[in-house]
């Protein structure tokens, strides 16, 4: 299986970024195992992953402990928010600090499914809003 973060071009594209040391944070938010190995090599020394995401009960995970401790790499997990940080979100939202038009202005039609997978795959939008009646 291939991920975008495997792809050269985005390897390249973060050694720019980064200045060659990976970065600070990564917030994985696919449940898929092989994505989280994945996920680590993209951080610095002492960065951060952060889980947000379950896998399937039968899921194993393949690490690297060494990795991990030589790197002083730090895996967070996250399962939901508080209500506080709801509500300071919510505010947010409601106040124009935080704009997610970006992320949200790109709907399709249920049955346009596979046009939207291709305008993601293809990188022309980050993420497509399915509506089930058009």
Same mark, same amino acid.
């Given at each position: 299986m291939v991920f975008a973060g495997s792809d050269p071009e985005f390897q390249e594209c973060l050694a720019k970024a980064t200045e060659d040391r990976g970065a600070d944070g990564v917030l994985l938010t %696919?449940?898929?195992p092989a994505l989280v190995a994945t996920a680590l090599t993209w951080l610095r020394e002492g960065g951060t992953c952060t889980i947000f995401a379950s896998l399937h009960p039968d899921s194993h995970v393949r690490l690297d402990w060494n990795d991990l401790y030589y790197r002083e790499l730090n895996i967070v997990s996250s399962y939901s928010a508080s209500p %506080?940080?709801?509500l300071e979100a919510l505010e947010l939202l409601g106040n124009g600090?935080?704009?997610?038009?970006d992320l949200t202005r790109h709907t399709f039609p249920l049955e346009q499914f596979s046009d939207a997978l291709a305008?993601?795959?293809s990188h022309t939008i980050l993420k497509a809003i399915?509506?089930?009646?058009?």
């Amino acid at each position: 299986m291939v991920f975008a973060g495997s792809d050269p071009e985005f390897q390249e594209c973060l050694a720019k970024a980064t200045e060659d040391r990976g970065a600070d944070g990564v917030l994985l938010t %696919a449940g898929n195992p092989a994505l989280v190995a994945t996920a680590l090599t993209w951080l610095r020394e002492g960065g951060t992953c952060t889980i947000f995401a379950s896998l399937h009960p039968d899921s194993h995970v393949r690490l690297d402990w060494n990795d991990l401790y030589y790197r002083e790499l730090n895996i967070v997990s996250s399962y939901s928010a508080s209500p %506080a940080d709801l509500l300071e979100a919510l505010e947010l939202l409601g106040n124009g600090a935080v704009r997610v038009a970006d992320l949200t202005r790109h709907t399709f039609p249920l049955e346009q499914f596979s046009d939207a997978l291709a305008a993601i795959e293809s990188h022309t939008i980050l993420k497509a809003i399915m509506t089930p009646n058009g």
